[in-house]
C-alpha cells in the first residue's frame, strides 16, 4: 500500500494528541520502521496491517475511529485538485462521479484485491473490497468507512456509511454509503 493513508493517520493522531500513546503500542523495530515513512511510498501490507492492529490497540470507540477516517481522508484529499473538487459541486458532480473511479483509486494506493461498486437508488450504494488484507482489523474496517464517507461528502451535503458485515470476512469489506 502506498504510505500516504499511514502518514496522514500519524499526522491525525499527533492532532489529536495520541501520538505518545499510538507509539506505545508499536514495538522498538516497528516503531522505527513507522516513524520513518515518508508519504508516497509502497509499503509492505504486513507494515500496514501491524499499523492498523496497533491503532485497533488504542481502544477507540467505533465514532472516535470513524472520525479519526474521515480527518485522514480529509488530509489526503487535501491537495491542488481540493479546490476543483469543492468547484465541481456547482456543476453537479456527484458521489457517483466518485464512485465512478473507485478502481483507479484503488490501484493508486493499494496493490492487489478489487472493488466493486453496486447502485442501489439515486443515492445509495455498496462499496464491496475483496481480497484486502487489513480486513481482519476492526480498526481499519470502521476507518475506512470514515475515510468513504468523508470522500463522498466532498460531491454532496451530507454522506453516510454503514458496515455491512453480514457481507465481511477476513479478506473482505462492504459498506452501504448514501448521501443527501
Not at 155 to 176: E, M, N
Request: charged share 20%.
Amino acid at each position: 500500500m502506498r504510505s500516504t493513508l499511514i502518514v496522514s493517520a500519524i499526522q491525525t493522531f499527533r492532532a489529536r494528541g495520541l501520538h505518545a500513546q499510538y507509539l506505545e503500542t508499536l514495538g522498538p523495530d516497528l516503531r522505527e520502521r513507522i516513524v520513518s515513512l515518508i508519504a508516497g511510498q509502497w509499503i509492505p501490507v504486513e507494515l500496514a496491517i501491524e499499523h492498523y492492529r496497533a491503532a485497533d490497540g488504542l481502544g477507540f470507540d467505533p465514532a472516535t475511529i470513524d472520525a479519526i477516517g474521515g480527518e485522514v481522508a480529509d488530509r489526503v484529499s487535501k491537495s491542488s485538485l481540493s479546490v476543483m473538487v469543492k468547484m465541481s459541486k456547482s456543476v453537479g458532480v456527484t458521489p457517483w462521479t466518485a464512485l465512478a473511479n473507485a478502481h483507479r483509486l484503488n490501484d493508486i494506493n493499494w496493490r492487489g484485491g478489487d472493488v466493486r461498486v453496486w447502485k442501489l437508488g439515486p443515492k445509495e450504494a455498496r462499496f464491496d473490497w475483496v481480497g484486502q488484507p487489513c480486513a481482519r482489523v476492526p480498526y481499519f474496517v470502521i476507518s475506512f468507512g470514515g475515510f468513504l464517507r468523508a470522500l463522498a461528502s466532498l460531491f454532496c451535503t451530507k454522506a453516510y456509511t454503514r458496515v455491512q458485515s453480514d457481507r465481511c470476512s477476513p479478506t473482505s469489506i462492504s459498506y452501504r454509503l448514501s448521501w443527501a
